[in-house]
T-cell receptor
Framework: DSGVTQTPKHLITATGQRVTLRCSPR?????VYWYQQSLDQGLQFLIQ???????AKGNILERFSAQQFPDLHSELNLSSLELGDSALYFC???????????FGPGTRLLVL | GESVGLHLPTLSVQEGDNSIINCAYS??????FIWYKQESGKGPQFIID?????DKRQGQRVTVLLNKTVKHLSLQIAATQPGDSAVYFC??????????????FGKGTRLHILP
């Protein structure tokens, strides 16, 4: 158990819908990262937050957004969902930038 | 559990033998490297890391070797066990010149243990 929690574990929705994925980092970690993992793309970095502020952006679509709240939990919002958005979404946390990231169990999203 | 990547390179190793998983990293400015293990249905799990001022670091049954000259990283697993079956990712930090401030993951290698 890494100490990072993610909810929900599974999510099934339809194209065009919007979903919110939630992540609680390890106690004391200030950085939160979001990744997308699909079968043919491997782990793709989406976005990073540090102590409530956006720190880095990766391959995140404009339909996706995220935020980190004062209590350091983070939410990833996915809107206008497409079939290709079906993937595993992982959250990771670390004490700070450049430090080892600890991953949550992931949320499996299936868009039908 | 689901498979992670259908087209990953696969290394098959006899149980009890040593495994060596290789990784070529991309950014010569990277100065921090990490190996992660991902078992089926789970998130990546930290195994071991190494900074660029070292060329070798040992953990429990694992050793990471870093060759900065050729930008190569390897993970050695001693006496491979069935529980070592997983996909292994190397990651680099891109160096402090990396304004994007993120960890860059490699494609992964699937380790398959033969009985």
């Amino acid at each position: 158990d890494s100490g990072v929690t993610q909810t929900p574990k599974h999510l099934i929705t339809a194209t065009g819908q919007r979903v919110t994925l939630r992540c609680s980092p390890r106690s004391g970690d200030l950085s939160v990262y979001w990744y997308q993992q699909s079968l043919d793309q491997g782990l793709q970095f989406l976005i990073q937050y540090y102590n409530g502020e956006e720190r880095a952006k990766g391959n995140i679509l404009e339909r996706f957004s995220a935020q980190q709240f004062p209590d350091l939990h983070s939410e990833l919002n996915l809107s206008s969902l497409e079939l290709g958005d079906s993937a595993l979404y992982f959250c990771a946390s670390s004490t700070g930038p450049w430090e080892t990231q600890y991953f949550g169990p992931g949320t499996r999203l299936l868009v039908l | 559990g689901e498979s992670v990547g259908l087209h990953l390179p696969t290394l098959s190793v006899q149980e009890g033998d040593n495994s060596i998983i290789n990784c070529a990293y991309s950014n010569s400015a990277s100065d921090y490297f990490i190996w992660y293990k991902q078992e089926s249905g789970k998130g990546p799990q930290f195994i071991i890391d190494i900074r660029s001022n070292m060329d070798k670091r040992q953990g429990q049954r694992v050793t990471v070797l870093l060759n900065k000259t050729v930008k190569h990283l390897s993970l050695q697993i001693a006496a491979t066990q069935p529980g070592d079956s997983a996909v292994y990712f190397c990651a680099e930090n891109g160096g402090y010149d990396n304004r994007d401030d993120k960890i860059i993951f490699g494609k992964g290698t699937r380790l398959h243990i033969l009985p």
